[in-house]
């Protein structure tokens, strides 16, 4: 079977592209659940799980599309994938902002850890931008920028964890604030086989997001459409939908700040798709070999997180069903990026 999936017609491409993303949509409603549970059970908080835990899980069919892809000599398919997922992401939390009707999620849901991620983000997305003009050096196939991607989330992680136990800033509280706050209760599952269910589930997400890349793949071949059109439009959507689907159940659990720390820290962890990629690439630097119109989504969502982290600075407060400036003006970028790319 593993072999015969780059022999499947289109037919059956598209159909095995939409089952694997009704399959991510599931799990990620699954994991929001077991995520909170395991903030609340560890002590970890909403911040670093929703950044670690939540972030890594459900970018994990993301990952592996990228690395494929970029392994089998495709990097365009493999950073639009990854790019588009950024983009798309943090275009989802407009649609959790829409389902807290009692007011804008990012005021609801401010906290220093989600503004240092997203400081996090821009500088990550700044560190592709110097990749991508940098000189086409190499080590063993490997641009030097890439290392350095890691080390700089590592460290934004070890600063998100500093600021919780020893915060030097604090936003405003609110009526409207929600605080992260353990469930008082706690659930009936233990410890150990919370963990369990969690590596099922992302190990599931893994696996689907390897059926994907197959899928669209033959779906780019057979239609003519570009790797970079499959790539933003296609399974960076369809890889993002747990992000999407948590974000949503958390909000209807109540936990804002593990809503925007799952987005922000997915963001995150999402460029680190690009560093994976440039080390399975063998042509040299993913960077370089990108070309210009996929590359734009760097800046696509470099305006993107300026204009979110702005909206968690600001804390407009608006009105039962209304959504602040930031998810109107996040709206606006991400279809003025979707138009720029249909015309190339």
């Not at 990629?277 to 370089?288: L, M, N, Q």
Request: glycine share 10%; net charge negative.
């Amino acid at each position: 079977m593993l072999t015969s999936l780059n022999d499947i017609s289109l037919t059956v491409a598209f159909a095995l592209f939409s089952f694997c993303a009704v399959v991510i949509g599931i799990i990620g409603t699954r994991l929001a659940g077991i995520v909170d549970d395991l903030a609340d059970r560890t002590g970890l908080g909403e911040a670093i799980a929703g950044a670690v835990l939540l972030g890594m899980a459900t970018s994990l069919s993301g990952i592996v599309v990228s690395v494929t892809a970029a392994w089998t000599d495709k990097p365009e398919l493999a950073m639009s994938n990854a790019l588009g997922g950024i983009a798309v992401q943090t275009l989802f939390l407009t649609i959790a902002d829409m389902a807290h009707r009692r007011a804008n999620l990012e005021h609801a849901a401010a906290s220093l850890g989600n503004i240092i991620q997203a400081a996090l983000l821009l500088c990550l997305l700044s560190l592709l931008m110097v990749g991508r003009f940098a000189p086409e050096w190499t080590i063993w196939h490997v641009h030097p920028i890439t290392p350095l991607l890691f080390i700089a989330y590592l460290f934004g992680l070890r600063l998100v964890r500093s600021s919780q136990q020893h915060p030097m800033w604090s936003p405003a509280r609110t009526r409207e604030t929600r605080e992260d706050q353990p469930d008082e209760t706690p659930g009936k599952l233990t410890l150990m086989r919370l963990w369990l269910i969690f590596l099922g589930l992302a190990f599931t997400i893994g696996f689907t997001g390897w059926l994907l890349e197959r899928s669209a793949t033959v779906i780019a071949e057979e239609t003519g459409l570009s790797q970079a059109a499959v790539g933003v439009l296609m399974t960076s959507i369809a890889t993002s939908l747990p992000e999407l689907v948590t974000t949503v159940a958390a909000v209807r659990r109540g936990a804002l700040t593990l809503a925007v720390a799952g987005i922000i820290g997915g963001n995150a962890f999402d460029t680190l798709f690009a560093a994976a990629s440039d080390v399975a690439y063998r042509g040299g630097s993913i960077y370089h070999a990108t070309p210009d119109h996929v590359m734009l989504w760097v800046s696509i969502s470099v305006l993107m997180t300026g204009v979110l982290m702005l909206g968690l600075l600001q804390r407009q407060e608006q009105g039962p069903g209304r959504i602040g400036f930031e998810s109107m003006a996040i709206i606006g970028l991400y279809l003025v990026g979707i138009a720029m790319l249909m015309v190339n």
